[in-house]
């Protein structure tokens, strides 16, 4: 069984998925998780995100590996004389600033699909598209919007920061996301702006019984 929480950037999908696999006794797939850890490693390299050669070579060197735990993703990259956790350094607003440039790239989304792909359901998975590309044969899709306000609000109180500058970069990411950030014509939207974290997972629950 797969289900897809699919979302606009900080509408609460990954906390949203971790409740619902719990709730589930299943794990959670972040694929947000694996376009970050990419673009950290292009950062660090002083890779063009916009190379989708360069990328790709520097990827395919890279042993990066995912943890899908309910409870919350974690990244690695497993390199022998040196291994090291990037779920940290993957959140970072500079990694914020440029993910989208390399999740435009069709390579790097065929890099990151092919990844989820590979996974053993049953899972929940979390991202963008999901329902639409990756998980089309999903059993439940599901679509979570909120409005900017709110959604830098919660991200405020996650990170430091400054609300309106969060907006804005929110709403920029939005723009930028917005060719692989739609619900699939059989996805559940749900507007989580009024909705607490608790509220947003019973929503989920409920869908998941129609
Ligand atoms: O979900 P999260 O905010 O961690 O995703 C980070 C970025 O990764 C998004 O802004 C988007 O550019 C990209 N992404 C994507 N498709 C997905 C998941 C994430 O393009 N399925």
Redesign the pocket.
Known sequence: MIVTI?GV??SG??SVASGVASALSIPYV????L??AATLLALEAGTSLSDAPALLSLLGAAPLRLEPLAGGNRIYLDTPDCPRELTADA?TSAV?AG??A???LPQL?EW?NARLRALTPPFVA?????GTA?FPQARAKFFLVASPRVRALRRVKERVGDVEAVEQALIA?DE??QL??HPAADAQIIDTSDLDLAGVIAAVMAGLQE
């Open positions: 699919d950037a900080a999908k990954s972040s694929s947000g998780l376009y970050r959140h914020d993910v989208s390399l999740a435009q989304r990151v979390e991202g963008r598209d999901m990756v990411r930028q996301d692989q950030s």
